[in-house]
């Protein structure tokens, strides 16, 4: 999924909202223009990078009193199989697109253990964790859920867009008590031809019966996200950091 590029270390308005765009080597972060009192961590599918999702921003219409940090991080170039070989940024190899796939499961958990640390740093920062949220796309969406349901405390929220739980298998005995307490919002497209529907709804499944909250969303698209998936993901978040 892509969308625009932005440009790095840019001042916006979004509406009556004036953020900044600020550009490192390991994430873009979209500041708003007070100090944060809430965090997006919104993790880019297979091939794209951080920039991916900034233009969605301004189209969320995070108003005030909500003053809240969007860090994009930009996953490492690695050969992804699926591909060829190919060399790209990616959050883990793919090797399959089928539940009976084999799984980069040292992947995943690094890539895990990488975004625990952007976590870290944002509550460091003085956002605390429950008004953190972990978000992704496809392949960014499958890492968000991996490790936001194996938090020690309870987040915000997870949000997985167009994406599946990676290593469900393994999913019962790793799930935390915190993570059964945290809200999921998941939306796939009935039509996408990348990581079908049956991998959205399977993994939705697989959650609810492990008592996790579920707010599932569906909508007449391929691999991609929609007006109204935004106007819905618009209305969660505003419901997470109410």
């Known amino acids: 999924m892509r969308l625009t590029h932005a440009s790095p270390s840019a001042t916006t308005g979004a509406g009556s909202l004036a953020v900044t765009l600020v550009e490192s080597a390991h994430a873009a972060v979209v500041e708003p223009g007070g ?17 991916d999702f900034v233009p969605i921003v301004p189209q969320l219409a995070l108003a ?24 790209m940024r990616a959050w883990y ?18 890539s895990a253990e990488l ?17 953190i949220v972990l978000a992704g796309f496809s392949q960014g969406g499958a890492i968000a859920l991996h490790t936001g349901l194996r938090q020690e405390e309870a987040l915000a929220g997870i949000m997985a867009l167009s994406a599946y739980l990676p290593l469900s298998a393994k999913a ?10 945290t809200p999921v919002l998941m939306c796939h497209g009935r039509h996408d031809p990348v990581l079908g529907f049956d991998l959205g709804t399977h993994s939705r499944d697989l959650l609810r019966s492990q008592g996790v909250r579920v ?14 998936e935004v106007s819905d993901i618009s209305g969660w978040l505003r419901s997470r950091f109410a």
Request: glycine share 12%; charged share 20%.
């Open 64 to 87: 005030p009193p909500l003053s809240v940090r969007f860090v994009f991080p930009h996953a490492p170039p690695r050969p992804v199989t699926l591909n060829g070989g190919m060399r």
């Open 115 to 131: 975004l625990d640390g952007v976590i870290e740093a944002q509550i460091a920062s003085g956002v605390p964790r429950g008004r």
């Open 35 to 51: 100090s944060a009192n809430a965090v997006v961590i919104w993790l880019h599918g297979l091939g794209a990078d951080g920039y």
């Open 215 to 228: 707010e599932w969303h569906e909508y007449p698209m391929g691999h991609e996200v929609c007006a109204a």
């Open 93 to 110: 190899d793919l090797l399959g697109l089928n539940r009976s796939d084999a799984q980069d499961e040292s992947g995943i958990r690094a």
């Open 172 to 181: 019962e005995r790793e799930l935390t008590v915190a993570a059964r307490a």
